[in-house]
């Protein structure tokens, strides 16, 4: 089931009218239950594997907590079966066709094992919202629950279920365990949230994604056709996985939960290390606590360092998949913060105060970041190698103009993000306070502005959606 779908807009309504007749306990088990066969709609035997996912991180958390003197194996329970079921999922058929290539350049002949396997949708995002919770038990961070009902749901809630924002259980766990009260305010900025969600998403996303598909299609595209496209997907993922985290945030919402922020701005950084504290930010602080942490961090010395980015950085590009153009993505970031460390301190945390260079040091590490999209984007090596050796001089008149014509069509269609962005970041404050900043009391001021808002974005997307509707990328993941 998918978020801009009539299906999902009516099991929505269906899920609500019951959620909020039920006591809590009662509404926990309805999340359950209504996650689950949201998970399961097109493929139900991917309830299974996340129901095996839940049964074993509950039992290795209940364990620890019986057991303190088998804690660590009860941890190693959870990680070894967790990271099995992703890598066989995830990697199988990436590692089989590796270990086939590599034989065959040595000469041997290796039986290629022909099988292939669906990747269940989100199955990166929530294996590793399941191991924080075993991980955060065993440091002592979060207790294990007795309720299984409370750990399931948590695991499968299902608005930000297939594509994040990875909650800890620190922070979503004890919202399942406390009283839950409707708020009509919360339910108005929740709407205006998702709408907007639905707006970058079908407007902004898909059309400009038309524009990068078409692109990345050619099999020789000119200097400026290709670096419209690479500018076109650059908006593309940034509207739609913000859009989905827009809209996951706002159904949590109706239902009295409140996810993280999952971007702040992040084409604002000013740096490497800006950057990543703006994108995609429950994953970046996933490896930062549970990978880059435990390696040492910061605390060896500069090469040591150095070398932990980089081992965060390719886990964090074999996380997106099974393919080298996203472990080489991970490198060059990886890079990037090296190098941005080594030069000296971290980029300004956001807010700060901005002088003259800021505008410069902005579009600088929006370039840097679309030469990531681009080898993120491009799965063959050769393809990308020959991307990269293109030279703008080289381009013809005709090669020319349509790269021009079509960056400024993808840029046209992103006017609303960057005004939307800018605004917040120079002003400290979200262009609409009602997305971010829910009230108790009635303020008419404030709900005819929503009013308003709303129906202008509805009236945008009825009339300037793209024909051609595009998965949520990270659905890939």
Same mark, same amino acid.
């Given at each position: 089931? $998918? ?7 009516? *099991?929505? $309504? ?36 996340? =129901? ?13 907590? &019986? ?54 949708? @989100? ?7 399941? &191991? ?23 695991? +499968? *809630? ?8 990875? &909650?800890? +259980? ?23 949230? &998702?709408?907007?969600? =639905? ?24 200097? *400026? !056709? ?44 000013? @740096? ?8 995609? $930010? ?92 681009? #080898? =993120? ?29 079509? =960056?400024?069509? +993808? ?7 960057? $005004? ?37 974005? !509805?009236?945008? #997307? ?9 998965? *949520? ?5």
């Amino acid at each position: 089931m $998918i978020f801009h779908s009539l299906e999902f807009l009516a *099991f929505v $309504i269906i899920t609500l009218a019951a959620y909020w007749v039920l006591p809590m306990r009662a509404q926990n088990v309805l999340l359950l239950v209504a996650s689950y066969l949201f998970y399961g709609w097109i493929h139900p035997w991917f309830v299974a594997l996340i =129901f095996a996912t839940s049964v074993i991180d509950y039992w290795s958390a209940r364990g620890m907590t &019986m057991f303190p003197e088998r804690k660590k194996a009860f941890l190693w329970l959870s990680i070894v079966t967790n990271f099995g079921l992703l890598g066989f999922y995830k990697y199988f058929g990436f590692f089989v066709d590796n270990v086939a290539a590599a034989g065959d350049s040595l000469g041997w002949n290796i039986p290629h094992i022909a099988l292939r396997v669906a990747l269940p949708v @989100g199955i990166s995002f929530y294996t590793f919202q399941s &191991m924080s919770y075993t991980i955060d038990v065993y440091r002592g961070h979060a207790p294990a629950r007795r309720r299984f009902v409370d750990v399931a749901a948590f695991i +499968a *809630f299902f608005p930000h279920l297939v594509a994040g924002p990875i &909650m800890r +259980a620190t922070n979503l766990l004890p919202q399942f365990e406390r009283e839950r009260r409707f708020s009509a305010a919360a339910a108005r900025d929740a709407t205006v949230l &998702m709408v907007w969600g =639905f707006f970058k998403k079908l407007v902004i996303a898909d059309n400009v994604g038309v524009i990068a598909n078409k692109v990345f299609a050619l099999a020789d595209p000119e200097f *400026f !056709v290709l670096w419209a496209g690479v500018f076109a997907f650059a908006i593309q993922i940034y509207a739609d996985f913000s859009a989905y985290t827009d809209i996951a945030r706002g159904v949590a919402k109706w239902f009295g939960f409140e996810l993280i922020k999952n971007f702040e701005r992040p084409y604002l950084a000013t @740096g490497p290390g800006d950057f990543w504290r703006r994108w995609n $930010i429950s994953l970046s602080t996933w490896f930062r606590d549970y990978v880059y942490i435990p390696l040492g961090g910061s605390r060896r010395g500069p090469w040591r360092q150095a070398a932990n980015i980089l081992i965060t950085f390719l886990a964090s590009g074999l996380w997106h998949g099974a393919s080298w153009n996203y472990v080489l993505w991970g490198a060059y970031h990886g890079m990037l913060l090296v190098v941005a460390r080594a030069r000296g301190p971290a980029s300004p945390q956001r807010h700060a105060t901005r002088g003259w260079l800021w505008p410069l040091q902005a579009a600088g590490m929006f370039v840097l970041t679309c030469i990531g999209w681009l #080898i =993120f984007r491009e799965t063959e090596f050769a393809q990308l190698a020959r991307d990269l050796r293109l030279v703008p001089w080289q381009s013809s008149a005709i090669g020319t103009s349509a790269g021009l014509y079509l =960056f400024l069509l +993808a840029a046209l269609y992103s006017v609303p993000l960057w $005004i939307h962005d800018l605004w917040a970041e120079l002003k400290g404050a979200d262009l609409v306070a009602a997305i971010e900043t829910p009230e108790v009391d009635v303020n008419w001021r404030r709900t005819a502005a929503q009013a308003l808002l709303s129906g202008v974005l !509805v009236t945008a #997307i009825v009339t300037l959606r793209s024909r051609t509707a595009l998965d *949520f990328i990270y659905f890939a993941f």
